[in-house]
C-alpha cells in the first residue's frame, strides 16, 4: 500500500508543528529529537559536541528509520511512517540551505556566530525523507519504556509533607 496525497499531508503538517520527533534507527531506542521540517523531510544535526547523539541509533546515509510524530496539543502519538536517512555533506547547496532554517531554531547555542562552521567540521546533517510505502499502524499497547540510564536520573522517595502541601495547594485554588 503506498501513501495517499492526505497521508502525505498529514505527515507534513504534524511534523512542522512539532518541535519533537520520535526517531527509531536500526539500532538502539527510539529517541526524541529537534528538526525542522524543510522541503519535505525532516532535517536534524547531531553527532558533535553539545548536539544531540545520532550514531547510536544507526542513522546511516541510505538507510532507514521510522519517525513518530505527536500531537503538539495533547502529546499523544499522532502518525507513524517510514523514512529514507541522507546525509548532507557539508557546504553543498542542499546542506547550506538546511543549516540556515536549523540554525534559527537552534537553541542555547554557545557558538551561535561561527555555528554553520562547527557544524560542518564536527557534525552531521541528515534528512529523514518520507519513504514510500503505507503509514505505520498505530500499536494497541502503549509503547512506555523506562527512561535511558544516565547520571542525571535520580530515584527518591517524595518528601513526607508534599502530599500536604499539595493538598493545601488545590484547597486555596478552591476558594479563591
Keep these: 500500500?503506498?501513501?495517499?496525497?492526505?497521508?502525505?499531508a498529514l505527515v507534513e503538517e504534524a511534523a512542522k508543528k512539532s518541535a519533537l520527533i520520535w526517531v527509531q534507527g536500526t539500532e538502539g531506542a527510539p529517541r526524541a529529537l529537534w528538526h525542522i521540517w524543510h522541503e519535505g523531510a525532516a532535517c536534524l544535526v547531531g553527532d558533535g559536541p553539545d548536539e544531540q547523539p545520532l550514531r547510536d541509533l544507526g542513522l546511516a546515509d541510505g538507510g532507514t528509520a521510522t519517525v513518530t510524530v505527536r500531537s503538539k496539543d495533547k502529546g499523544g502519538?499522532?502518525?507513524?511512517?517510514?523514512?529514507r536517512v541522507v546525509e548532507l555533506a557539508p557546504g553543498d547547496e542542499a546542506w547550506r540551505a538546511v543549516v540556515d532554517e536549523l540554525k534559527g531554531k537552534r537553541l542555547n547555542a554557545v557558538d551561535a556566530d561561527h555555528i554553520a562552521e562547527r557544524w560542518a567540521r564536527e557534525c552531521r546533517v541528515l534528512r529523514l525523507e518520507p519513504a514510500p510505502g503505507?503509514?505505520?499502524?498505530?500499536?494497541?499497547?502503549?509503547?512506555?519504556?523506562?527512561?535511558?540510564?544516565?547520571?542525571?536520573?535520580?530515584?527518591?522517595?517524595?518528601?513526607?509533607?508534599?502530599?500536604k502541601l499539595l493538598a493545601r495547594r488545590k484547597k486555596r485554588a478552591r476558594k479563591g
Design 1 to 8: 500500500m503506498t501513501q495517499t496525497p492526505m497521508d502525505r
Design 77 to 83: 502519538r499522532l502518525v507513524s511512517w517510514p523514512a
Design 134 to 163: 503505507a503509514l505505520a499502524e498505530h500499536p494497541t499497547d502503549s509503547l512506555a519504556a523506562a527512561p535511558l540510564p544516565s547520571p542525571a536520573i535520580t530515584r527518591r522517595p517524595i518528601p513526607a509533607a508534599l502530599p
